[in-house]
């Protein structure tokens, strides 16, 4: 299995364009999440979704937007890129059963510069 | 509201030395999960244990334990023997039933030889 597959891994934007991250899992995980990590802070939720069709604001939204199509894919899109959203993102999935909480599969990263 | 704290930010040891990773959480469900995650160098998110509220028990997998305490909101974890391989920041984490988890902000590992 593939687990979470984040693209790109690295990429520098110029102040104002836009962007798509993508993100895709191969698990049949209904739950799936974007996080940004700057440095020393933790990682701070931006969007999440529950399932096909459903999205929900996180911690930090603004800048941002998500759709979720299909359970696999949960894209995050940047538009108007500013230099505040240079951070490490990351995507992840997780199911539950029975109500427990299971924790995170985490893809392994796209680093965004905004220059 | 959910919180998650990791008061040091960075820890330095020597290697074979034992070291403890401290984590307090605070929420009011009386149902939640705690978690430990670790991030190489390398960058990616490694799963390291989950304990449920209920699960007091102590862990120990090789050389790493986890301390649960409610009574003092803590899930504390330890390396014994550190290896430089265990340089790394790691972090707690702490989820309900409503599955979004909330991060402390890391405690920075470096396990020098």
């Known amino acids: 299995n593939a687990g979470v597959t984040q693209t790109p891994k690295f990429r520098i934007l110029k102040i104002g364009q836009s962007m798509t991250l993508q993100c895709t899992q191969d698990m049949n995980h209904n739950y799936m999440y974007w996080y940004r990590q700057d440095p020393g802070m933790g990682l701070k939720l931006i969007y999440y979704?529950?399932?096909?069709?459903?999205?929900d604001k996180g911690e930090v939204p603004n800048g941002y937007n998500v759709s979720r199509s299909t359970t696999e894919d949960f894209p995050l899109r940047l538009e108007l890129a500013a230099p505040s959203q240079t951070s490490v993102y990351f995507c992840?999935?997780?199911?539950?059963?029975?109500?427990?909480?299971?924790?995170?599969?985490f893809g392994s990263g796209t680093r965004l510069t905004v220059v | 509201a959910q919180k998650v704290t990791q008061a040091q930010t960075e820890i330095s040891v020597v290697e074979k030395e034992d070291v403890t990773l401290d984590c307090v959480y605070e929420?009011?469900?009386?149902?939640?999960?705690l978690f430990w995650y670790k991030q190489p160098p390398s960058g990616e998110l490694v799963f390291l244990i989950r304990r449920n509220s209920f699960d007091e028990q102590n862990e120990i997998s090789g050389r790493y334990s986890w301390n649960f305490q409610k009574s003092t909101s803590s899930f504390n974890f330890t390396i014994t023997a550190s290896q430089v391989v265990d340089s790394a920041v790691y972090f707690c984490a702490l989820g309900t039933g409503f599955q979004k988890l909330v991060f402390g902000t890391g405690t920075r590992l470096l396990v020098s030889p």
């Open positions: 979704s529950v399932g096909a069709g459903i999205t």
């Open positions: 929420t009011r469900d009386t149902t939640y999960y």
């Open positions: 992840a999935s997780s199911y539950t059963r029975t109500g427990e909480n299971y924790g995170y599969t």
